[in-house]
């Protein structure tokens, strides 16, 4: 089966949007975890508009799963998942203040930057996943630095989905076999859903892990919590 990593970040934004702590950020993670989702995702960015750097040293001694920290590698980021060690850490090229994460890693052009946290995290035994786009050549080189996973970014899949998903499909399917066939884990994640999530994880069933976040959150609001994330495992079964 491959595992569903909850993305909490919208949990956060709500919380944020009022002041106080409602709703709690490290309950919602721990009734995430006790609903069955397989690991907990969280994305701080600088300006703490959602998940707040305190908020991850406190999910750290909390997350009985994995806990997988996501984000741009500037020093404040670094120095945050050297302390907190994460069972994984995926790095992704968006700017500090981009809306939402919208495209990967050039890794070719990012090759010794890349390389240098991939084995300054690696010295920590923290997992490390790039996040890529369903290009041969970036995985190729995510390859070459050392990276255990890629993450793959699936925004232009779910897009294309409901005018022909065989096609939509097709590239990701060749950018996962390769990375299969070069020694790294792949991982996904933005954009999946009810709709589109079990076709994608069929078509690649030897996915490590899906990140899932806003969609899960959105359609919580309908179903619940704890029904919402095993509709989703069950798309990946």
């Known amino acids: 089966m491959i595992n569903l990593s909850v993305n909490i970040n919208k949990v956060a934004t709500l919380r944020n949007s009022r002041g106080g702590n409602m709703p709690d950020v490290q309950k919602v993670a721990q009734d995430c975890e006790r609903f069955g989702a397989q690991g907990i ?42 302390k907190v060690r994460p069972n994984q850490v995926t790095l992704v090229p ?23 946290l991939v084995d300054l995290f690696t010295e920590k035994s923290i997992r490390t996943s790039l996040f890529v786009d369903a290009s041969e050549e970036d995985i190729e080189w995510a390859a070459k630095t050392g990276a255990d996973r890629v993450e ?5 899949y779910a897009s294309q989905y409901a005018l022909d998903r065989d096609a939509a499909i097709a590239p990701f399917v060749r950018a996962a076999g390769l990375a299969r066939r070069l020694g790294m884990g792949v991982n996904a994640g933005h954009d999946l859903s009810l709709e589109n999530l079990a076709f994608f994880a069929s078509e690649i069933d030897w ?5 899932i976040g806003h969609a899960l959150v959105c359609d919580a609001l309908y179903f619940g919590l704890e029904k919402t994330i095993n509709l989703y495992k069950a798309c990946l079964m």
């Open 94 to 116: 968006d700017a500090p203040d981009a809306l939402t994460s919208d495209a990967g890693w050039k890794t070719k052009i990012h090759f010794d930057r890349l390389s240098e």
């Open 41 to 82: 995702t969280v994305h701080p960015r600088p300006d703490e508009r959602h998940i707040r750097y305190d908020d991850v040293y406190k999910l750290k001694s909390l997350v009985s799963t994995e806990l997988n920290i996501e984000g741009y590698p500037g020093k404040p980021f670094v120095d945050l998942v050297l």
């Open 152 to 156: 793959l970014y699936t925004g232009p």
């Open 207 to 211: 996915l490590e892990e899906v990140s």
